[in-house]
T-cell receptor, first 115, second 110 residues
Framework: DAGVIQSPRHEVTEMGQEVTLRCKPISGHDYLFWYRQTMMRGLELLIYFNNNVPIDDSGMPEDRFSAKMPNASFSTLKIQPSEPRDSAVYFC?????????????FGPGTRLLVL | RKEVEQDPGPFNVPEGATVAFNCTYSNSASQSFFWYRQDCRKEPKLLMSVYSSGNEDGRFTAQLNRASQYISLLIRDSKLSDSATYLCVVYTGTASKLTFGTGTRLQVTL
């Protein structure tokens, strides 16, 4: 199994530009999560999907952030317009059923730097 | 008060030492508890779940104290390869929420 795949691995952009992060979960996993990690705030859950449906987006910082999951094998996290404070590592994770203690498997992350 | 609190460390210990980390959580309704490990510039990976009666996996022992609302991780006979950041993770079913601590950094030296 290839694990959770994220792209790009690194992204450097200028303030005001649109950024799109991509994720392919592990095949067969019903849950997909987007996290953001910074030194100051640690790992924060932004949004999660169950069977492609967004369940909880309360962690999404503001309207500049949006996430979609058009099918079971693909999700995107979009930031438009990007700001320097969005600089962080963005992780995607997937799980069979995390509520029954199933492990969440994380992708390698996308390191985003907004100048 | 943060929902999940950890001492950021770093804990610097010699190889072979025993080291313990604690993590406190604020929501008494929290149901499930985990320790994840994160190596530098890598993704978090599950180290072990924490069960009410405590559990052991090789050199690692996890304990849960519901009355005082903390969990602990004990590492015996530390190895250089144990150097990493250890994240405490709490699941609260009523809020359907998984919350990560900011992590405790461990550095094992020769």
């Amino acid at each position: 199994d290839a694990g959770v795949i994220q792209s790009p691995r690194h992204e450097v952009t200028e303030m005001g530009q649109e950024v799109t992060l991509r994720c392919k979960p592990i095949s067969g996993h019903d849950y997909l999560f987007w996290y953001r990690q910074t030194m100051m705030r640690g790992l924060e859950l932004l949004i999660y999907f169950n069977n492609n449906v967004p369940i909880d987006d309360s962690g999404m910082p503001e309207d500049r952030f949006s996430a979609k999951m058009p099918n079971a094998s693909f999700s995107t996290l979009k930031i438009q317009p990007s700001e320097p404070r969005d600089s962080a590592v963005y992780f995607c994770a997937s799980s069979l059923n995390w509520k029954t203690k199933e492990t969440q498997y994380f992708g390698p992350g996308t390191r985003l730097l907004v100048l | 008060r943060k929902e999940v609190e950890q001492d950021p460390g770093p804990f610097n210990v010699p190889e072979g030492a025993t080291v313990a980390f604690n993590c406190t959580y604020s929501n008494s309704a929290s149901q499930s508890f985990f320790w994840y490990r994160q190596d530098c510039r890598k993704e978090p990976k599950l180290l072990m779940s924490v069960y009410s009666s405590g559990n052991e996996d090789g050199r690692f022992t996890a304990q849960l104290n519901r009355a005082s609302q903390y969990i602990s991780l004990l590492i015996r006979d530390s190895k250089l390869s144990d150097s990493a950041t250890y994240l405490c993770v709490v699941y609260t079913g009523t809020a359907s929420k998984l919350t990560f601590g900011t992590g405790t950094r461990l550095q094992v030296t020769l």
